[in-house]
């Protein structure tokens, strides 16, 4: 293997226990989103737009349809004579084996994929986040800065900060201090959970981490505070972009949703940064003259004889005469019959709803209809 | 399992589609809102599990090769086999048949080590099984078999096409060659089956003693030598021979039983991919009975018309029974109606384009 400037580490492996059943049988970055992708799209576009070609993409919960999702990388342009994306999951070697323990033991197991390459830096992600991202202007800052670590932040409201990792910096953007969901934040900095580290650094720490009983071996809780702690150059580098973690069914509602507006902040059309994703194969859509098709995203194969309102249609679904699709996301080849009303709902890949049911209400909840049960949630 | 290998010959086409095969082969006119006409072709030759496929050239091929690429969305970018594309070696010899395309290419089949070869060309929207042409060759002992259909069609211009007369046993007794079909004759869809060291030997012999230009003529003068089976087609399949026919076997695939025969019945028909999102659709959008490609952006009426992929509707915009080619913008309030708008058409807020009758097409990137 030749070397590389920078090799990127891509945790997939959540299981995103907030998504209830959607997740029963996949992955969190292998959700669909946005009418035709997979969360994880977003990462490795990005890495493909930023010109990182060598991806690791560390699977562990219900890998299959991830797996076969990401195949060789083709669709990405990741499929490289050298680099290019390579799955890591768990694996026992002649020591035994273990499951990914924490974000940073999953990195720690797979060293011996980062050290064939020889890279100056790490880029770790996370397959969780839907954003658009130039990671190599991100380096650059990093290497400009002299930095050991430096860490993505975005301003979030105040009044949100608590959720998160918050970072506070001195007047020369130098994090200072982290924590960890603060009740009384000191800023409004979050982190992405994008992190690029110098590989020689990270690597002692990832060792050292390892042999701390204690440690939950996760890079929030224990890599990055032990860097601050001895004083190593962890800088923050600003995103004033869009960003959303798509952890919950209303956020992934309202990320999906936030895509209907006229102008929205997330432009999934750019010629310059193409939101790549695997293609079903399927003829345009077809609306039939009975139909009504207003604020929504419609993807190819699709047919529809009824009314769609503010909602996104992933590709091959059915939406039968005098149905009406409201404010909702309904995942692909979902069949839905004739007089079928559904309203603030998300729909499972492959659901058939049958003539003249009604799904969803109006009364501030959404709900969400997967492996035949419907389970609803607050706004 | 027999070997075959596949021939996409688009020789001897016609382009006579004015404006769309002005710069580019009719192979490769756009079709049905995302796909290139040959993409059917070659679709139906990867559903058959045939993974070595030619195709035969001689100009206008620009678009073809950026289309066709490595093969890769065919699943034909092979270690054994794959996509050879095949420009003519000698320029010089471009007014000569197709026969000589062949001859040239003696290696291609001599080295496939195939038993059968399967020739079709790239202008026919179809979704045939070839496995089962190959499974009634066999069944029928036959040297050579031939695809047809019959001539139902109200489209076809009655020109240029190639019919065949059969005996009781679908053995194929006469093939004349570029005459008018009349509705109920059998056209034969320039699609055929036969052996390998048959094709290298018709080819040879025909090339040797000068006596035959085309591949078909080859067959046609043959009959009464080898066993020709005629394979009927009972698909849906075009007869494109003018902008005529093109616009309205275009306007077919808004009847949903066409496109669920076409398209999902069957294999599935490949195409090169753009990642284009999808499409969306504005609140003042306003589509019915249409076909929208991802990549457009809707704000005004589209009605009984064919969308590709990558196109602006602004606000207040009309567009009526037309087929609007990618990357198309539709300036606010502007009215289409009647036309075909090749590639990158631009027109400009509040301009009217319209034609009466017949369906007018505006050359690619023209600015209205």
């Known amino acids: 293997m030749?070397?590389?400037?920078?090799?990127?580490?891509?945790?997939?492996?959540?299981?995103?226990?907030?998504?209830?059943?959607?997740?029963t049988r996949l992955a969190k970055p292998a959700v669909p989103f946005g009418g035709k992708y997979r969360i994880i799209d977003f990462t490795l576009s990005n890495c493909s737009n930023s010109g990182i070609d060598t991806v690791g993409v560390l699977t562990q919960y219900q890998p299959y349809i991830l797996n076969s999702y990401i195949g060789i990388g083709s669709s990405w342009d990741l499929d490289r004579k050298n680099g290019g994306v390579s799955v890591l999951p768990p694996y026992l070697g002649q020591k035994?084996?273990?499951?990914?323990?924490?974000?940073?033991?999953?990195?720690?197991?797979?060293?011996?994929?980062?050290?064939?390459?020889?890279?100056?830096?790490?880029?770790?992600?996370?397959?969780?986040?839907?954003?658009?991202?130039?990671?190599s202007e991100m380096l650059d800052y990093h290497e400009e800065r002299g930095a050991d670590a430096?860490?993505?932040?975005?301003?979030?409201?105040?009044?949100?900060?608590?959720?998160?990792?918050?970072?506070?910096?001195?007047?020369?953007?130098?994090?200072?201090?982290?924590?960890e969901k603060p009740a009384e934040p000191k800023t409004n900095l979050a982190s992405m959970g994008i992190y690029i580290f110098n590989w020689k650094a990270l690597e002692k720490y990832l060792t050292e981490d390892e042999q701390n009983p204690e440690s939950s071996n996760d890079f929030g809780k224990d890599i990055i505070p032990a860097m601050i702690e001895d004083q190593k150059n962890v800088f923050a580098y600003s995103f004033d972009g869009y960003w959303k973690d798509v952890g919950t069914l209303q956020s992934l509602w309202e990320a999906?949703?936030?895509?209907?507006?006229?102008?929205?902040?997330?432009?999934?059309?750019?010629?310059?940064?193409?939101?790549?994703?695997?293609?079903?194969?399927?003829?345009?859509?077809?609306?039939a003259p009975q139909a009504k098709v207003t604020r929504s995203l419609v993807n190819e194969g699709c047919v529809v004889y009824g009314d769609v309102y503010r909602s996104v249609l992933f590709y091959g679904v059915h939406v039968g005469l005098g149905s009406t699709i409201k404010n909702s996301i309904i995942m692909p080849n979902v069949k839905i019959g004739a007089n079928v009303t559904i309203e603030n709902a998300i729909v499972e890949s492959g659901t058939v709803v049958e003539d003249g049911m009604t799904l969803g209400s109006n009364d501030g909840s959404i709900s969400l209809i997967a492996d035949g049960e419907i389970v609803s949630v607050p706004k | 399992m027999k070997k075959v290998v596949g021939v996409i010959n688009l020789v001897d086409e016609k382009n006579n589609l004015s404006e769309l095969t002005n710069h580019r082969s009719f192979a490769s006119v756009p079709f049905a809102g995302r796909y290139r006409l040959i993409d059917f072709s070659l679709s139906n030759m990867t559903n058959a599990g045939i993974n070595t496929v030619a195709v035969f050239t001689r100009e206008k091929y620009r678009s073809l090769f950026d289309h066709l690429g490595s093969g890769r969305e065919w699943d034909l970018d092979r270690h054994r086999g794959g996509l050879f594309f095949q420009p003519p070696a000698d320029h010089e010899r471009k007014s000569e048949g197709d026969i000589s395309s062949f001859y040239e290419n003696l290696s291609y089949?001599?080295?496939?080590?195939?038993?059968?070869?399967?020739?079709t060309n790239g202008q026919l929207v179809w979704n045939v099984d070839f496995d089962q042409v190959i499974e009634e060759h066999e069944a029928q002992n036959a040297d050579i078999t031939v695809v047809y259909k019959p001539c139902d069609d109200p489209y076809t211009s009655g020109k240029n096409y190639n019919v065949l007369y059969t005996n009781d046993d679908e053995r194929v007794d006469r093939l004349n060659l570029d005459v008018e079909a009349l509705p109920g004759d059998n056209v034969y869809l320039n699609t055929f089956l036969m052996k390998s060291s048959l094709l290298i030997s018709l080819v040879e012999d025909s090339v040797g003693s000068g006596k035959y230009d085309t591949i078909n003529e080859a067959?046609?003068?043959?009959?009464?030598?080898?066993?020709?089976?005629a394979y009927h087609f009972g698909g849906y399949v075009t007869f494109i021979d003018s902008i005529e026919s093109y616009y309205r076997y275009s306007m077919e695939m808004l009847d949903p039983n066409v496109t669920q025969e076409l398209f999902y019945n069957k294999g599935p028909i490949y195409t090169k991919v753009k990642h284009e999102s999808p499409a969306k659709y504005l609140e003042s959008s306003n589509v019915s009975n249409s076909l929208v490609a991802n990549g457009c952006k809707i704000s005004g009426t589209v009605e009984n018309s064919i969308l590709f992929r990558g196109i602006r509707v602004g606000k207040g915009a009309v567009i009526r029974n037309s087929i609007i080619m990618q990357k198309c913008e539709i300036g606010e309030g502007a009215i289409i109606e009647n036309v075909i708008l090749d590639k990158d058409v631009s027109v400009s807020p509040g301009e009217t384009v319209r034609s009466e009758d017949e369906p007018r097409v505006v050359a690619k990137s023209t600015v209205i």
């Open chain 2, 109 to 119: 089949f001599k080295r496939s080590l195939s038993d059968y070869v399967l020739v």
């Open chain 1, 96 to 135: 035994g084996g273990e499951w990914y323990r924490g974000t940073a033991n999953a990195i720690y197991q797979n060293m011996y994929y980062i050290k064939q390459y020889d890279p100056e830096y790490v880029l770790v992600i996370s397959g969780d986040h839907i954003y658009k991202m130039d990671y």
């Open chain 1, 2 to 23: 030749s070397k590389k400037r920078c090799v990127a580490m891509l945790l997939a492996g959540g299981q995103g226990t907030r998504l209830g059943k959607l997740t």
């Open chain 1, 256 to 287: 999906n949703m936030d895509l209907l507006d006229d102008d929205p902040s997330l432009v999934l059309n750019d010629p310059a940064w193409k939101i790549y994703s695997v293609n079903p194969n399927q003829p345009p859509q077809y609306i």
């Open chain 2, 219 to 229: 067959i046609a003068g043959s009959l009464d030598r080898y066993h020709v089976h």
């Open chain 1, 150 to 179: 430096t860490i993505a932040v975005l301003e979030v409201p105040w009044h949100e900060a608590s959720r998160f990792g918050i970072m506070n910096t001195d007047d020369e953007d130098r994090i200072v201090e982290f924590q």
